[in-house]
């Protein structure tokens, strides 16, 4: 045991007759580490590093303790805690440990118990994580318990419904999948076909679907989309060119143009439906008119940049490759080359057109009766 008055000799080396509370921990054991001949001295009978006798902090033992010799495991610790009133642990120590146990037992359970709102968002209603998204254990790790966060089951599900709504294809993806795709004739099978495949491929490519007004282009698209979006957990930015098109052409001031490309650039996959679509007549079953040059600059900018960066990018349009090809024949060839094994150009006939392909067997009787088509019926709103 320590005189009365080493003891007092030794808390004013320490720098306080408060004891160490002020003074840093591993200042302090530096100061003891120095003072350790008088220490010697004072306990002759033991010997030993305190670090191979089990005294350490909560933690671990802090820098400057690995000099502090010449106690034994229990005079060391008397020594602190009378002298100086610093609790120590002994790492392994069943009643530490166990209290340490529960207290992240109850950590855990405090905040399963919570109920979150991320339901209100989403409309997913989870009894797992009570609506929060993360579920809390408690875990032993290198030594000591502690509360540990993972991710829950339904995490996903928020995220992929967190990516169709940002996307803007939310409406679309409900109605447009592929077993709901009409496809009996050879050309419709092929062009679905090739839209799976391109779901579960998962190289660089692109996907073109071109030609033909109602066939069902933006339909697989979509569907393609889908399941990017949720089964292979991607993210997916939607461009309708009759309107995004627009609105970037007018946008005059240069920093919001290239924010607005910028977004088109980076995305995971980009999908640009109505690819270069303009007013346009038609006469002899031959498309006349063409793209702007405006058009057709923002079509490069945005094409060039993701042919560049690899990015996935699904492109539906009514014009036929060859035609892109009369217009700018680096767009052409990009797509082209980015495309190779998913290509689907659909040949125009009016009567692939599913818009307007009228079944009057559909007709209600009283519209039968009275001699009507199918078309003249949904012309007045009846059927």
């Known amino acids: 045991m320590l005189e009365t008055s080493e003891r007092e000799r030794l808390i004013n080396a ?32 033991d010997a030993g590093n305190m670090r191979d006798k089990g005294i350490h902090g909560p933690k671990q033992q802090p820098d400057g303790m690995e000099g502090l010799s010449g106690m034994s495991k229990a005079q060391g610790r008397g020594q602190f805690e009378k002298a100086y ?58 030594g000591y318990w502690s509360m540990v966060m993972r991710q829950c089951e339904c995490k996903n599900a928020r995220n992929a419904f967190a990516r169709i709504r940002t996307s803007g294809l939310a409406p679309a993806i409900k109605r447009c999948r592929f077993d709901n795709f009409e496809a009996r004739e050879p050309w419709q099978i092929q062009c679905r076909d090739k839209a799976m495949a391109y779901a579960k491929d998962g190289s660089e490519q692109w996907l073109y679907v071109g ?19 949720m089964v292979r957990n991607m993210s997916v930015v939607y461009m309708l060119w009759t309107t995004d098109a627009v609105r ?8 919001l143009y290239n924010e607005q490309l910028i977004r088109y650039l980076n995305a995971e996959v980009l999908y640009i439906d109505d690819f270069l679509k303009v007013p346009r007549s038609k006469e002899n079953n ?22 560049l960066e690899r990015k996935r990018t699904i492109i539906s349009s009514e014009w036929l490759l060859s035609e892109i090809g009369q217009f ?39 519209c039968r009766s009275a001699g009507w088509s199918e078309r003249d019926a949904q012309d007045m709103g009846i059927c």
């Open 85 to 142: 009133g610093w609790e120590m642990k002994r790492v392994g120590d069943e009643e530490w440990e166990a209290a340490q146990r529960k207290r992240a037992e109850d950590d855990a359970d405090g905040y399963n118990a919570i109920t979150g709102t991320l339901n209100l968002a989403d409309g997913i209603d989870c009894p797992l994580c009570k609506n929060k998204g993360m579920i809390a254990s408690a875990v032993k790790a290198t």
């Open 286 to 307: 031959v498309y006349s008119g063409r793209p702007t040059d405006a058009d057709l600059r923002l079509a490069f900018d945005i094409l060039n940049g993701r042919y």
């Open 211 to 229: 030609g033909q007004v109602g066939a069902g282009k933006s339909h697989l698209c979509t569907a393609v989309c889908g399941e990017l979006l």
């Open 328 to 366: 700018d024949d680096g767009l052409e060839s990009r797509i082209v080359e980015m495309s190779r094994n998913f290509r689907c150009q659909i040949a125009r006939n009016p009567e692939r057109n599913y818009r307007k392909n009228y079944n009057d067997d559909l007709l209600l009787p009283e």
């Open 14 to 45: 320490a720098g306080t007759d408060d004891g160490p509370g002020l003074v840093p921990f591993s200042e302090l054991a530096k100061r003891l580490s120095d003072m350790m001949p008088r220490l010697k001295n004072i306990c002759p009978e």
């Open 248 to 255: 970037m052409k007018a946008l005059h001031n240069e920093q």
